[in-house]
């Protein structure tokens, strides 16, 4: 089985790691939805960053996934929070989401997103989707952790979404 894979694959050495930035090129070819998670923090406060590593998982039940680095400033909140929402971002969404991928400054300031109550995520009225999630699992992967959504509610609008190709923002239209 090795020489027929060495065969195929070339001199790539079987159970070796890509190199860091191999890697991030490779995955860089791969396109990505673009997303905002959005959930609060443990004192009611928001909290929300911009994912592309984001995709469905289960139909029946109905599950998400989220990867989401364990250096991200919403790491905690979102391994800790009981609900969180998935904003799947339309192609008139760059700068919010670019805003949402900025350390250190107040990412909900514009006020597009909205809140149905004290203590309960946002979410984005005009985005594609939006998915309200129960935390459902959360999986430890390397320098990421993948959080499990259990979606309870979604709602989908027709447009054009906003993708992550390249290291940059582009529309499928």
């Not at 894979?5 to 191999?22: C, H, K």
């Not at 919403?74 to 670019?98: E, M, P, Y």
Request: glycine fraction near 8%; proline fraction near 6%.
């Amino acid at each position: 089985m090795t020489a027929d894979l060495s065969d195929r694959f070339g001199p790539v050495a079987l159970g070796a790691e890509a190199g860091r930035q191999a890697f991030r090129d490779a995955m860089a070819c791969l396109p990505a939805p673009v997303t905002i998670v959005t959930t609060v923090d443990e004192h009611g406060a928001p909290c929300g960053f911009t994912a592309s590593a984001v995709c469905s998982l289960s139909l029946d039940p109905p599950l998400v996934m989220v990867s989401v680095s364990r250096t991200s400033s919403c790491f905690d909140a979102l391994a800790k929070a009981s609900h969180f929402v998935v904003n799947v971002l339309g192609r008139d969404h760059d700068a919010l989401a670019t805003r949402f991928a900025t350390s250190g400054i107040d990412r909900f300031s514009g006020g597009e997103l909205v809140s149905p109550g004290e203590g309960l995520p946002a979410h984005l009225p005009d985005a594609l989707a939006s998915l309200w999630c129960a935390n459902h699992e959360c999986i430890s992967a390397g320098d990421h952790v993948i959080v499990v959504g259990r979606v309870a509610d979604a709602v989908a609008r027709p447009g054009d979404p906003l993708v992550w190709h390249q290291r940059g923002y582009l529309t499928t239209r």
